[in-house]
């Protein structure tokens, strides 16, 4: 059972957390959505709203769900996580299901958005500004 805390509270180094733990980053439905690896990003304040930035190349499968959907969640998960994470970041969508291949546990949040189980962490975020 995941607890809902606020951004403030996340007491990780968050430079470790993303450039070297690494994330999932997940966007779309339990109908339709992809997930894939990723190590570029920060998490920062812009507008005075606190924020997240990631860098999604537009030939990777997940770009279509990130620019097709409001919303989408990082997943971040312990060290013993890291093979799926290395599959979910050499492995397209576009072939096979990354979760079911990695038995991953695919949830959903009240809002409809994907995360998996197994992570310790996830940030359910909403697109506030995208460029490119
Ligand atoms: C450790 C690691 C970090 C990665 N970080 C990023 C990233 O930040 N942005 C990006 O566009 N691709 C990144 N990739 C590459 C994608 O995860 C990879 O191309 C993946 O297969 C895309 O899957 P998809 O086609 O299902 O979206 C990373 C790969 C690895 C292994």
């Avoid at 968050?14 to 894939?36: R, S």
């Avoid at 005075?48 to 097709?68: A, G, H, K, L």
């Avoid at 989408?72 to 060290?79: I, R």
């Avoid at 998996?116 to 359910?124: N, T």
Wanted: some cysteine; aromatic content about 16%; glycine content about 8%.
């Amino acid at each position: 059972m995941f607890k809902e805390i606020s951004v403030y509270r996340i007491e990780e180094n968050v430079v470790d957390l993303i450039g070297k733990q690494w994330m999932l980053i997940t966007a779309g439905n339990k109908d339709a959505y992809n997930t894939m690896t990723a190590a570029w990003g920060g998490f920062g304040f812009l507008w005075n709203v606190p924020v997240t930035y990631i860098f999604i190349r537009p030939q990777r499968f997940t770009f279509e769900f990130t620019e097709n959907n409001d919303d989408f969640t990082l997943s971040f998960f312990e060290k013993k996580y890291k093979n799926i994470l290395s599959y979910c970041g050499t492995h397209s969508g576009r072939d096979i299901d990354k979760a079911k291949e990695m038995g991953l546990i695919v949830k959903e949040t009240e809002a409809g958005n994907i995360y998996f189980e197994q992570a310790k962490l996830v940030v359910e975020c909403n697109k506030l500004y995208c460029d490119g």
